[in-house]
């Protein structure tokens, strides 16, 4: 698995690459410091995936994302930053990136690799707490293409409000167990793991 790590502070880039490279499954082939280097980067060498910073100068992390993504929307570009900021998840989210994780929870890196690696979102705790919330605030569904009843719908809608499966039911005055089964059935519709995935694509406005 070959990554590239974008990072304008030289000793963090240098400690990635170590802890990336402990790894026998991953190796470091390029690194750079800001999101120039990025887009450079990535149109040269087409690494697995792009392990990338945020706030970095002459061109930061997401707008690196966003042009890399709309050249190359199958790119694995997972964030990683010390800030938890709304506008950063809601733009990391919409732009179509893998993950978005913090700094401070290195031991997290590699498995988070691993797993943007085998097609899978990642998003770091605090952040997926927060995806409800977000959508909330602001909510693009966008899933008139998908083959989902107006019921099932529905119950996407009242999953992007952070309501469990108790509260759905007595929103929609169904039992738990059909609420569970409407799940399955969405997920499996939309071809979506779980709760936060569904979160994520929901608030991608239908984009996966």
């Known amino acids: 698995?070959?990554?590239?790590?974008?990072?304008?502070?030289?000793?963090?880039?240098?400690?990635?690459?170590?802890?990336?490279?402990?790894?026998?499954?991953?190796?470091?082939?390029?690194?750079?410091?800001?999101?120039?280097?990025?887009?450079r980067i990535f149109r040269e060498?087409?690494?697995?995936i792009l392990l990338m910073d945020i706030r970095m100068k002459d061109m930061d992390?997401?707008?690196?994302?966003?042009?890399?993504?709309?050249e190359d929307p199958s790119a694995k570009i997972l964030l990683l930053t010390t800030f938890l900021d709304d506008e950063y998840i809601v733009r990391a989210i919409r732009a179509g990136a893998r993950g978005y994780l913090l700094k401070q929870d290195y031991?997290?890196?590699?498995?988070?690799?691993?797993?943007?690696?085998?097609?899978?979102t990642v998003f770091g705790k605090d952040i997926s707490d927060k995806i409800p919330e977000l959508m909330s605030r602001k909510p693009e569904a966008g899933l008139e293409q998908f083959p989902l009843s107006d019921r099932e719908k529905a119950v996407i809608a009242c999953v992007a409000d952070g309501l469990s499966n108790h509260e759905i039911a007595e929103s929609l005055h169904l039992s738990e167990g059909t609420v569970r089964n409407y799940l399955s059935v969405i997920l499996d519709k939309l071809e979506l793991r779980d709760r936060t995935q569904l979160a994520v694509f929901y608030l991608r406005g239908g984009r996966r």
Not at 13 to 32: M, N, R, W, Y
């Open 1 to 39: 698995m070959n990554i590239a790590v974008i990072d304008d502070d030289p000793l963090i880039t240098v400690a990635l690459k170590t802890i990336l490279e402990a790894d026998s499954e991953v190796s470091v082939c390029a690194s750079g410091g800001n999101g120039e280097d990025a887009v």
């Open 45 to 48: 060498q087409k690494p697995d």
């Open 61 to 70: 992390g997401l707008t690196a994302a966003e042009e890399i993504l709309r």
């Open 107 to 120: 031991a997290s890196i590699v498995p988070a690799l691993k797993a943007v690696a085998s097609g899978q």
